[in-house]
């Protein structure tokens, strides 16, 4: 007998790049689906002053400030704008050596034409967020500002 020769079948073959470009897509939202999400804008910044030291996430720059007490002296300050979400975390805050102890150092919060508030800054105290009401850091009943923050509006 006599081998027959088949026909090859026909190869179809794609002709436009939809079906890849809809298979590209899937594993790219399979993938993003799992991947980490994004690293948090900004950078950290480490405020320190005489025995206080305060980490700062999100921050976008630091500026420099120039205050007077009405005295002929003036000091500058920083002022750090942070994005959305920035924490403010104390590593380091000494005390007064009264009895018991009391703190130094004082994050002021809005309103400030009221006398404003004021939440007291210790070694071990929750991280602080950063938002609008959060105004700066004193040093003590003196009212001298050591930093302010600015926090960006979400669309900047």
């Given at each position: 007998?006599?081998?027959?020769?088949?026909?090859?079948?026909?190869?179809?073959?794609?002709?436009?790049?939809?079906?890849?470009?809809?298979?590209?897509?899937?594993?790219?939202?399979?993938?993003s689906?799992?991947?980490?999400?994004?690293?948090?804008?900004?950078?950290?910044?480490?405020?320190?002053?005489?025995?206080?030291?305060?980490?700062?996430?999100?921050?976008?720059?630091?500026?420099?400030?120039?205050?007077?007490?009405?005295?002929?002296?003036?000091?500058?300050?920083p002022?750090?704008?942070?994005?959305?979400?920035?924490?403010?975390?104390?590593?380091?805050?000494?005390?007064?050596?009264?009895?018991?102890?009391?703190?130094?150092?004082?994050?002021?919060?809005?309103?400030?034409?009221?006398?404003?508030?004021?939440?007291?800054?210790?070694?071990?105290?929750?991280?602080?967020?950063?938002?609008?009401?959060?105004?700066?850091?004193t040093?003590?009943?003196?009212?001298v500002?050591?930093?302010?923050?600015?926090?960006?509006?979400?669309?900047?």
């Amino acid at each position: 007998m006599r081998s027959v020769k088949r026909p090859r079948r026909p190869v179809h073959r794609y002709k436009s790049l939809l079906f890849p470009g809809i298979a590209l897509l899937a594993v790219f939202g399979f993938w993003s689906a799992f991947a980490a999400p994004e690293q948090p804008a900004g950078e950290t910044a480490l405020f320190e002053y005489g025995g206080l030291k305060i980490e700062i996430t999100n921050v976008r720059e630091v500026e420099q400030d120039i205050c007077n007490d009405g005295g002929p002296e003036f000091w500058e300050y920083p002022v750090y704008t942070v994005y959305p979400g920035a924490v403010a975390t104390v590593r380091d805050a000494d005390m007064l050596e009264d009895s018991p102890p009391s703190p130094r150092w004082f994050f002021h919060l809005e309103p400030l034409e009221t006398g404003g508030r004021r939440l007291d800054v210790t070694d071990g105290m929750e991280p602080v967020e950063l938002t609008p009401e959060v105004v700066g850091i004193t040093d003590g009943d003196a009212g001298v500002w050591l930093a302010r923050f600015e926090v960006l509006e979400r669309n900047n």
